[in-house]
């Protein structure tokens, strides 16, 4: 296998456009690319007629503009190049106009009320900032999708836009330094945890094939605390699929880097070399699909659920977040010298300042029923959003805001921001905190609270926003100060001082934690409806207005569909398993309590005892009856419920989920005691420990 040859092979990178498009039009549209400007029509019909040339010669045959709609998955329409000419002959063609503009009918994706009140239909916009690629035969144009009164109506672009907002503010604070550069990026590598379970296990769970995750489910008499999946040597088959996984993911140019076992059984992990925030996300989303699509060629199903299983550890997306210039220096990256070390210490302040501030808007960016399962449970970072950055740069921290020396391993001095030099972080000793949700790990933030399933569009928008109005409250201080060294160190001091209530290095599953975090005054909202009714608190529609990422209609939309997809959620669980114990479970319990009953009678028959037979025939009929009772309420609680949108969302967490939890533990009680051969679905011992 030529790997280089291979990678990218399916991607319209800048490799094929510098190959393909006349000078003139590649640098048109590489100014497009890094200066956001906007791109004529000459050109697009010049790169789309490229494109098309370049698509069919890898034996694509349709096109569709690619798009990240509110649903969480992306949509795509396909059109085949196919054209009828002047003089009634089939042409493969594709005009500037079809490649930078898009109408899908977009009336059946969510618009909380957007679209409802303006305007039915969308369009889909190219982003020039991220490449076509190819998969299927089909051309995939990544776009941005919005109404036609250019209400936004997907997660590209806030993205994009905030991805602007940290570039002004983050240029005007590098030229407090001295250095002028054009542009900013935040760079992602977003890490992704997924499970394999063997396909026909998969196919038998009516729970994992409609909600994703079990139901039901007693656990298996081994977990993971044995720790023996964790690195562990990985299966052949499960080696073939990520083989395949990552070739498939080197055609598109995802930079598929680490592939290894997680810590619960049949997890894993995939991680890809960092990108920017829009390309990595777009990367992110094509990974995910990868991945099921691969794992169905192997005899598996690919979970990508944050819960599949109760009482196992649940999947995550560790969000790895920094910040670099065009030029290639990461912001984050502490520096040699002094004025290094000055300008690494505002960029770090700015990150902790912003993850205080809107910490609500952090956890909200990873509120759903999925992630509600690991986020409190011990196992993922708890509900409260804290930071941790290691001893070392702790203590730096604390002598800055107390203005008392540091003591390092090797000498103790004074640290005066922008003339002192820093002592050198061990970077190693840094990262092992691994219940902290915002961990600094060296010259990067890994945000460890997404779940697995998410669009890390939402958490990256929040991240870059928050960040950009610290900057820009920076900025407008120093930017005018006579004496830029004191003012620095004044504003550093401050601002950490401030906000040291966010630091926190300590074990962050304890119990302690959360009464430390309440005194501390930290937001701790354990489930999603809880976080999002503070997602339109003013200070949040304020920020996002300043930085022009979202107005307050588009604000409240997101908020209407967020409840809506948590409720629907919801009930589809609750639906399922109504069904499933309904159609399933009970049946197959009282299958097994009637065989109990009928070899008792006959054994008493011939005057042999049957103790053991009518014992257990009791201990099941009886949990058959406490399992109907659990299941008449949990199908009553569906029916009825209040109408509004937030008030059904706390009733699903306030009264849906308490019964769904009730009946569950029923159908698990009566799990553990039948007989195996009359189960009707595959039980975790099976599932988790395939062969
Ligand atoms: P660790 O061992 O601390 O988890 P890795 O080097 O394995 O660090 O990186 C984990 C993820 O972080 C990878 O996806 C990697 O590409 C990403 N990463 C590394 N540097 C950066 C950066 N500057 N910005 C964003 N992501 C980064
Ligand atoms: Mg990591």
Not at 389 to 413: M, Q, Y
Not at 596 to 619: T, W
Request: glycine share 6%; with cysteine.
């Amino acid at each position: 296998m030529n790997v280089p040859e291979m990678f990218g092979s399916m991607v319209f990178n800048d490799h094929v456009m510098r190959e393909m498009l006349p000078k003139k039009v590649y640098q048109s549209l590489q100014n497009t690319m890094i200066e956001g400007k906007a791109l004529d029509e000459d050109v697009a019909d010049i790169v789309a007629a490229a494109m098309k040339e370049w698509a069919v010669g890898k034996g694509a045959t349709h096109f569709t503009h690619w798009f990240q709609p509110m649903t969480g998955i992306t949509a795509e329409k396909h059109d085949s190049f196919l054209t009828v000419d002047k003089n009634g002959c089939v042409i493969m063609d594709f005009s500037g106009k079809e490649l930078t503009k898009g109408e899908p009918d977009a009336s059946s994706f969510p618009s909380g009320g957007l679209r409802a009140t303006f305007e039915a239909r969308g369009y889909t916009a190219w982003d020039p900032t991220s490449y076509a690629f190819i998969k299927d035969d089909t051309l995939c144009i990544p776009t941005a999708f919005c109404s036609y009164t250019g209400q936004i109506l997907d997660k590209k672009t806030p993205l994009l836009r905030s991805m602007d907002a940290i570039s002004c503010q983050a240029v005007r604070a590098l030229a407090l330094f001295g250095k002028h550069v054009k542009r900013v990026n935040a760079t992602i590598g977003a890490e992704q945890e997924y499970f394999l379970i063997d396909k026909e296990d998969y196919a038998r769970r009516l729970d994992l094939r409609l909600a994703g995750r079990t139901l039901i489910g007693a656990p298996a008499a081994k977990g993971q605390e044995m720790e023996d999946h964790y690195f562990g040597s990985i299966r052949p088959r499960v080696k073939a699929f990520m083989a395949d996984l990552d070739e498939e993911l080197w055609k598109l140019g995802i930079t598929a880097k680490t592939e290894h076992n997680e810590v619960a059984p049949c997890q894993h992990e995939m991680a890809p070399i960092f990108d920017n925030a829009n390309k990595a996300t777009d990367a992110n989303q094509l990974t995910m699909e990868m991945m099921k699509k691969v794992a169905e060629r192997h005899g598996f199903a690919c979970l990508l659920h944050e819960k599949p299983f109760e009482g196992i550890n649940g999947s995550g997306k560790h969000n790895n977040w920094a910040l670099s210039t065009d030029e290639g220096e990461n912001l984050l990256d502490p520096g040699r010298t002094p004025k290094d070390n000055a300008q690494f210490l505002l960029f770090l302040t700015a990150v902790i300042k912003a993850v205080d501030e809107y910490q609500d808007l952090l956890r909200i960016s990873v509120a759903s029923a999925g992630n509600d399962h690991r986020l409190g449970a011990n196992e993922a970072p708890p509900a409260i959003v804290s930071m941790f950055v290691g001893d070392e740069l702790g203590s730096v921290i604390e002598s800055i805001i107390e203005d008392k020396p540091f003591r390092g391993r090797t000498s103790s001095s004074h640290l005066d921001i922008g003339t002192g030099v820093l002592p050198k972080l061990a970077r190693d000793n840094s990262d092992r905190n691994r219940t902290s949700p915002f961990a600094f790990t060296g010259n990067k933030f890994e945000f460890r609270m997404p779940g697995s399933s998410f669009n890390i569009a939402c958490t990256n928008v929040m991240l870059n926003t928050a960040v950009a109005d610290a900057l820009k409250d920076f900025c407008d201080e120093l930017e005018g100060a006579d004496d830029f060294n004191a003012s620095l160190n004044a504003l550093v001091r401050r601002e950490l001082g401030e906000h040291r209530r966010i630091l926190f290095n300590g074990n962050g599953y304890s119990r302690e934690w959360e009464d430390e975090a309440m005194r501390r005054g930290l937001s701790n909202y354990k489930r999603t409806p809880d976080a999002l009714v503070h997602y339109c608190d003013g200070k949040n529609v304020a920020l996002f207005r300043r930085h022009k990422v979202y107005t307050e209609e588009e604000m409240e939309s997101r908020l209407e569909i967020s409840l809506d997809e948590y409720r629907k959620a919801i009930h589809i669980e609750a639906g399922t398993m109504v069904e499933m114990l309904r159609r399933q479970i009970i049946p197959a319990a009282l299958r097994f309590s009637s065989s109990l009953a009928s070899s008792a009678q006959a054994k008493e028959a011939i005057g042999v005892a049957a103790e053991a037979d009518k014992a257990l025939c009791a201990r099941v009929s009886s949990l058959c009856d406490e399992l109907l009772l659990r299941v008449d309420e949990l199908d009553r609680c569906m029916a009825s419920g209040p109408s509004g949108t937030m008030e059904a969302a706390f009733y699903a967490a306030d009264s849906i989920i308490p019964a769904m939890e009730a009946a569950r533990k029923a159908s698990d009680s009566l799990e553990m005691i039948a007989d195996r051969s009359f189960w009707p679905i595959p039980t975790y011992s099976e599932i988790l420990f395939y062969v």
